[in-house]
């Protein structure tokens, strides 16, 4: 490790007897936790979701706030003294990359913390420079913010917190929401900052094989809020395996033998359903960001839309899901899933559309409408006019079906991740629709959900259904890959 | 975010306004416009517009960026005048009359008084604005007027998610027609919709404060600026400058006996 002249001293974390309860619940998140964190060690934290990992994190980070917040109990340091009394020795990295951008331009979004400690303004411009050039950001320092890429936006981020001199990196999931470029991106700037500078680290993260061989530590926190193991990577990840795994952990080559495989056998070309010649899509108008598209949808199999970010997958996948108008072309259904309606699938009514083709969106949140998970999945049914009894059947199989029972009466805002993807992907499904459109169905999604979600689409598309789905996710491609549409990205951005 | 950033960037330059502090031209746009409104005639209004067109031809703006830049003005304007022709408070001969409305000498010298002044307040206001970027507006109120840094930087963070919030916007729109609510309804529609907007609101910004207090911000340590926000000369040019033209315009309203205070 080149310790630089530059270079922070490394910190040491010392957790001793720590507890926190959030403010609204009456069980605490985390209990007895006892931890000692050597300087310069580099500490991968696990365990299910909701055992309070994060929660960890952001308390080592000293931004969890006040009394209002919650209550912690025992002793939590970074080098001796309260996290908050030492802004500036951690940085941490946090999960999405739109909602940690600060200001409009690259240089003063990575300025911002120096400002904050006070640094001079001579020594803030120098460290900005220094920084975007150790995270590999390539880009003019008035660069707008915005105008980054997922992976981009990480890495600014993580530049952020380098400039505050920290001798602990904190990253909370930093690649969660990242596509595998992105994934890749980060994890080299993370690499390449440690070993210049030999800095503490601990990452949150459930895909371990992201992280697995730059750690030299293993954390697991328990579902009861305790320490569940702690050690060496490959001993603390081979004996805990089978629990790691139950806590939907993604373990390497942990998918088991359980996992459904795509269908490789030569089928006869069924009849498309859907079909587009010569579409060109956009979100507005002027801005085309694919044309000369020629895309079928056969029935019964399962297409997946895949490349890099920006290339107008979603886009894609709205227009052929009858949301967006297409820019030039058609995109025209089949008689069989017209069944009578005319014209296509752009000008039929909501509710026409409803049986024909279904669309989950990458944000579950933004197609919620009610404020009960069995609400949710009533909307179709009654927009459809189906009756109480046929109502109430189809919901109750899909409560049972995707492990929804027990929280059929919570607000879907308030769910888990995992939980608000099964409910988006119910809710579509109990129209039945011929056609199913997901953009990023697994994005995120621990190993449990991962696999319930594969099985019931491979179980769907085995007895029929169409299926679409935009994706970065080589198992699910592995899964559902049937046919595959991979998009690269056009200079073709509007004539005005 | 985009729209103002990116019309900001996209503006043509100026001579001489670009090199003033945005505080400054805050400060001269309310210094200029504030005794404008306080009479009704046209000859302040008038005398006010012609130095304006004549300043801002000098420091470079040409007749078609001033209507690419300025036609919501340009077309306020003659509405307003047209309205205060037809309905405004008649006096002396009158020419033409219809139901309520009625064209009469005194209506006709207020329509114009009023068109002249939409162009003489509005104008400056979106000339003067042009290039004025949010970040180096925020350095100015923080740094030159000394307002608390916590609340100008806490806006400006914030204002960046205004961005976020319309593609979220967007998104339920297309959504709601995908579960087959799009058809009737748009009331609840609506409801929902904005429902979503604010709990994804609440949450984005409890990120960004969390992300923001990582990184120092709102401790008690005093802060450093990256970017200086100064003032120089050319910011107390343009105070006068202001100061000048409503003296004159008041002054030229008074001599020409039309001045016509609001209050009388």
Known sequence: ?496 | MSAVASGAVDAPRLRFIDRVNPVTKLAAAMLLTAPLLLTVDWVSAATALVIELVLFMAAGVRPRMLVRRAWPILIAAPIAGISMLLYGRPSGEEYWSFWLARITDGSIELAIAVTVRVLAVGLPAVLLFMRVDPTELADGLAQVWRLPSRFVLGALAGARLVGLFIEDWHAMALSRRARGIGDTGVVRRFATMAFALLVLAIRRGSKLATAMEARGFGSDRPRTWARASTIGWSDWVLIAIAFAIAVAAIGAAIAAGTFHPVWS
């Open chain 1, 1 to 496: 490790m080149a310790n630089t002249a530059s270079s922070p001293t490394p910190a040491a974390v010392d957790v001793r007897g720590w507890g926190w309860r959030h403010a609204s619940r009456l069980r605490p998140a985390l209990e007895g936790i006892d931890l000692r964190i050597e300087p310069g060690e580099r500490v991968l934290l696990l365990g299910p979701s909701g055992a309070g990992k994060s929660t960890l994190l952001h308390a080592m980070a000293g931004v969890h706030g006040g009394d209002d917040e919650g209550e912690a109990v025992g002793e939590l340091l970074v080098d001796g003294a309260e996290p908050a009394r030492v802004r500036g020795r951690s940085g941490l990295v946090l999960q999405d990359p739109d909602s940690q951008v600060i200001l409009a331009r690259v240089g003063d979004d990575v300025a911002f913390g120096c400002e904050n400690l006070g640094v001079p303004r001579d020594e803030i411009w120098r460290r900005v420079r220094e920084s975007l050039d150790e995270v590999g950001l390539d880009v003019a320092i008035d660069h707008p913010s915005s105008a980054l890429s997922g992976g981009q936006k990480q890495r600014l981020a993580l530049a952020g917190a380098l400039a505050m001199r920290p001798g602990l990196l904190l990253l909370d999931e930093p690649t969660a929401n990242l596509d595998p470029d992105g994934v890749r991106e980060v994890r080299a700037a993370v690499e390449r900052v440690l070993d210049r500078h030999g800095s503490t680290l601990v990452v949150v993260e459930h895909r371990v094989e992201v992280w697995a061989d730059l750690v030299d530590r293993v954390v697991v926190l328990g579902l009861d809020g305790r320490l569940m193991a702690d050690g060496p990577p490959d001993v603390v990840l081979s004996r805990q395996r089978a629990a790691l795994l139950a806590a939907g952990v993604w373990v390497p080559g942990g998918l088991g033998p359980t996992a459904p495989r795509r269908r490789v056998a030569v089928d006869e070309p069924t009849e498309p359903l859907l079909t587009a010649n010569g579409l060109a899509v956009g979100r507005r108008p002027r801005d085309i960001v694919q044309r000369g598209l020629d895309v079928e949808l056969p029935r019964g199999t399962s297409t997946v839309l895949t490349g890099p970010n920006g290339a107008g997958k979603s886009t894609l996948a709205l227009t052929l899901g009858g949301l967006l108008r297409p820019l030039d072309g058609r995109v025209e259904a089949s008689a069989s899933l017209s069944a009578g309606l005319r014209g296509d699938p752009i000008g039929w009514r909501s509710r026409d559309l409803l049986t024909r083709i279904g669309t989950v969106f990458q944000e579950p949140e933004h197609q919620f409408v009610t404020s009960s998970v069995r609400a949710e999945l009533e909307v179709a049914p009654r927009a459809l006019r189906l009756g109480d009894r046929e109502t109430a059947a189809r919901v109750e199989d899909l409560l049972a079906r995707l492990r929804l029972d027990r929280i059929a009466l919570a607000n879907p805002f308030t769910l888990s991740g995992g939980e608000k993807r099964r409910l988006s992907v119910a809710a579509v499904l109990a129209a039945r629709p011929s056609v199913l459109v997901l953009d990023e169905p697994t994005f995120g999604q621990d190993r449990i959900t991962w696999l319930e979600l594969t099985a019931l689409l491979r179980e769907l598309v085995d007895e029929g259904l169409t299926l679409l789905s935009v994706t970065h996710d080589a198992a699910y491609i592995a899964a559902l890959g049937d046919r595959g549409i991979r998009l690269e990205p056009t200079n073709t951005r509007a004539f005005a």
